[in-house]
């Protein structure tokens, strides 16, 4: 038991969860080092929301409404921090939850299913015995998308993804959605919204912008999405992390 | 097999030595994502040895040769990295080598111990059945330190250390150097030196500086110390992690 009053009593908890899950076989070998690297860049940007991953979740939200077919994809990651939350958002969106992993087993596939079922999710693709469809430009397993979903998807939300796959997505004419605590990787730079923020906090509040501006007309919500600029906001996050440590005295 | 051509090619063998220390059961449940977060860090100071780490490196040296006891303290992470590189350097200063775990349990000190001495380690401490003594400030089993090794010791080498510990080893008058990616950590800010670099690279530099300045008399050893301030060289890194943010464009 984590005590509540610990300093960094929300980055252990979800330690913790990383934790169990790998133990429970629901993460590949390396995603506990993948979460660390996380820990290190939310950390820098001061383990909060910023102003400008606050717009980058307004831009995010706009995108998903106006999709036709939007899709939310998870990994083991995902599914260990925030599943709730990314069920949540996926009844909202009336949008599938695709299960997407870089290393695939079907035994991981199995209990990712089980826990969003668990969740709520009334429609998870992506698992065994499906009838998937190609990514183009991608190699081996990793190239199988749901036909249903990420294949046939206008706008896919895909937090915590790969860079070679995020490439391949926007060359297929998706509109990537990432959320990636570090504004340097490729996949930050390559999606056309960037949330720099950690998915526990980031998920929840998509959720919220979803049902704040789903009554707006289209005219309202592309003009949103007109006024976003990834690379601008992935600046912005940059002099974040670089005024942290500028300001800071060892 | 990880092409040697891959532009990230060090760091994914590092990951892989992580990957294999847990299948092997050498380390805590969370070491994995502590080493996710050394990536992040390394990833920000560009992977390779700083300038003023190399200054630190040459403090550590000297502090390591006026040690009347010299002990090089290792976890689970350093013993998986680097330890050849830990052994040499023992063998170098005939300083003894103690196993130092956050985590302690029989069967990971005798994994370690077992790695240790098959690269050719003289002096394994820390392990079981072996006299303690217990460092002031500190609770349960992690007080345990070896009376022939950290306990006697006056300067201690602890690469990778948690924050408590690190600060109750200078409560108790130790002198202690460390390596830590992370310059705001709290073992950072306590430790005498702190080299800001990967383990990998810093550990042999340790050797090469220990053999260049074991001649040297005592009043220049004396002085590299005198003219070392680790405020200075925190700062330092600092600036150079912040730089790199600062110079990025997305």
Redesign the interface.
């Known amino acids: 038991m984590i005590p509540k009053d610990h300093p960094r009593y929300e980055s252990l908890v979800l330690?913790a969860r990383?934790?169990e899950a790998?133990?429970a076989g629901i993460l590949a070998?390396?995603a506990?080092?993948?979460?660390?690297?996380?820990?290190?860049?939310d950390y820098l940007i001061g383990e909060k929301t910023t102003q400008n991953a606050k717009e980058a979740v307004k831009a995010a939200a706009a995108a998903l409404i106006l999709a036709e077919h939007p899709v939310v994809s998870v990994n083991g990651n995902t599914t260990a921090l925030v599943s709730e939350d990314i069920v949540r958002l996926s009844n909202t969106l009336k949008a599938p939850i695709e299960i997407n992993l870089f290393y695939r087993t079907p035994q991981r596939v199995e209990k990712i299913e089980k826990i969003l079922k668990e969740k709520g999710a009334k429609n998870v693709l992506g698992v065994e015995n499906e009838k998937k469809g190609l990514i183009k430009g991608l190699k081996g397993p990793r190239a199988n998308a749901s036909f249903e979903g990420v294949y046939k998807a206008d706008v896919v939300l895909v937090p915590l993804e790969d860079g070679d796959r995020a490439e391949a997505l926007v060359a297929n004419g998706k509109t990537v959605i990432t959320i990636d605590l570090?504004?340097?990787s490729r996949t930050?730079?390559t999606s056309f919204v960037t949330i720099v923020d950690n998915v526990v906090r980031a998920i929840p509040l998509i959720t919220e912008e979803v049902k704040k501006l789903r009554n707006c007309d289209e005219t309202e919500l592309r003009n949103i999405l007109n006024n976003f600029d990834?690379?601008l906001n992935?600046?912005k996050s940059?002099?974040i992390?670089?005024?942290t440590?500028?300001d800071?005295?060892?």
């Open positions: 330690r990383i934790v790998s133990k070998d390396s506990m080092i993948a979460h660390g690297r996380g820990e290190a860049f570090n504004p340097l930050a730079k990834n690379s992935l600046e940059l002099k992390i670089s005024k440590y500028a800071e005295k060892p």
